[in-house]
Nanobody
């Protein structure tokens, strides 16, 4: 499985950005896709996830500002980011988790940098 992420860049505070992620390879119908981020000097954290059960989970810090459109048929997941804040500056990673014979497999994209200037 490969994940290709794109869409990062430099944005002013208050602006918007859309990240895209496409998965390819051996992808099962039941999986979870989402976005994580890692700011300098901090641990990677969940931003938004589209679960295998069809629910969306958001980190409290992004609720109301981020949405995670997903096209299950195309195996893509985007991240729409509005009202960006300097604290949103981070490398954003696309993630796919899927179960196979009781084993959880986790795949990561290469990361795309989002920089928010104040």
């Amino acid at each position: 499985v490969q994940l290709q992420a794109s869409g990062g860049g430099l944005v002013q505070a208050g602006g918007s950005l859309r990240l895209s992620c496409a998965a390819s390879g051996s992808i099962f119908s039941t999986n979870a896709m989402g976005w994580y981020r890692q700011a300098p000097g901090k641990q990677r954290e969940m931003v938004a996830v589209f679960t295998s059960g069809g629910r969306t989970n958001y980190a409290d810090s992004v609720k109301g500002r981020f949405t995670i459109p997903r096209d299950v048929a195309k195996n893509t997941v985007d991240l729409e980011i509005n009202n960006l804040k300097p604290e949103d500056t981070a490398v954003y990673y696309c993630n796919l988790n899927q179960l196979r014979l009781g084993v959880l497999y986790s795949y990561w994209g290469q990361g795309t940098l989002v920089t928010v200037s104040s």
